[in-house]
T-cell receptor, first 113, second 112 residues
Framework: EPEVTQTPSHQVTQMGQEVILRCVPI?????FYWYRQILGQKVEFLVS????????KSEIFDDQFSVERPDGSNFTLKIRSTKLEDSAMYFC???????????FGPGTRLTVL | RKEVEQDPGPFNVPEGATVAFNCTYS??????FFWYRQDCRKEPKLLMS???SGNEDGRFTAQLNRASQYISLLIRDSKLSDSATYLC?????????????FGGGTRVLVKP
C-alpha cells in the first residue's frame, strides 16, 4: 500500500539554525500539506500546496517557514531560524483530490535546543 | 469557542463493551468530516470518513448531525487494540485550500 514517507525521523538542532524536513508524498497525489503537533497538544495545520504554489497557510506559517517541491517526488518544509517553540512533531500529508482524505507520514520530531 | 471540540477522556472501556463519544464543530461551512486514530507519538491514521446518512465500517459507526454540528463515533465489541486517541477532524474549504482542523482527541483505553 502506498504511503507518505518523511526524513529524518528525529532532528535535533540549535536555536537559530536552519532545518529542512523532507517528505515524499504518495506518488499520484496532487495536494500536499504540512501539520505540526506540539507534545501534548492537538495537530495544527501549517500550509497546503497545490500546483507548485501555496494554496493556504495558517498564522503559524510565518516568514521563517517555506515549502518547496524541488523535484517530482520530494516536498520540503524549511524553517529558516529555529526557535525553541518550533520543537514539535511535523507531519507531512498528501491527498489525491481537494476533497479527498489526507494521508499522513510518520512525522519528523524536531527538537530545538 | 474551539473550532473542533472533544471530550479528552480517558474513556476506560472493558474489552467487548461498546463505547461512544462525540465532537462538536463551530464552522457551519465545514464540508467533510473524518475520524482519525492516533497512537502515542505516531501519525494520525484515517479511521473513517463520516457521511451525512451515517456509515459503518465493521465495528465502527459514525454519525453526522449537521443541524447540531456534531459528529459521533461508536465502537462495538471493543478490542485491546482499539486503545488509542480518536481525533475528530473537519475539512473546511478555504479560498484555495482544504485544510483539516483537528480536535484535541478523545483517549480510549480498553482493558481486559
Amino acid at each position: 500500500e502506498p504511503e507518505v514517507t518523511q526524513t529524518p525521523s528525529h532532528q535535533v538542532t540549535q536555536m537559530g539554525q536552519e532545518v529542512i524536513l523532507r517528505c515524499v508524498p504518495i506518488s499520484n497525489h496532487l495536494y500536499f500539506y504540512w501539520y505540526r503537533q506540539i507534545l501534548g497538544q492537538k495537530v495544527e495545520f501549517l500550509v497546503s500546496f497545490y500546483n507548485n504554489e501555496i494554496s493556504e497557510k495558517s498564522e503559524i506559517f510565518d516568514d521563517q517557514f517555506s515549502v518547496e517541491r524541488p523535484d517530482g517526488s520530494n516536498f520540503t518544509l524549511k524553517i529558516r531560524s529555529t526557535k525553541l517553540e518550533d520543537s514539535a512533531m511535523y507531519f507531512c500529508a498528501s491527498g489525491g483530490a481537494s476533497y479527498n482524505e489526507q494521508f499522513f507520514g510518520p512525522g519528523t520530531r524536531l527538537t530545538v535546543l | 469557542r474551539k473550532e473542533v471540540e472533544q471530550d479528552p477522556g480517558p474513556f476506560n472501556v472493558p474489552e467487548g463493551a461498546t463505547v461512544a463519544f462525540n465532537c462538536t464543530y463551530s464552522n457551519s461551512a465545514s464540508q467533510s468530516f473524518f475520524w482519525y486514530r492516533q497512537d502515542c507519538r505516531k501519525e494520525p491514521k484515517l479511521l473513517m470518513s463520516v457521511y451525512s446518512s451515517g456509515n459503518e465500517d465493521g465495528r465502527f459507526t459514525a454519525q453526522l448531525n449537521r443541524a447540531s454540528q456534531y459528529i459521533s463515533l461508536l465502537i462495538r465489541d471493543s478490542k485491546l487494540s482499539d486503545s488509542a486517541t480518536y481525533l475528530c477532524v473537519v475539512r473546511t474549504q478555504g479560498a484555495a485550500g482544504n485544510k483539516l482542523t483537528f480536535g484535541g482527541g478523545t483517549r480510549v483505553l480498553v482493558k481486559p
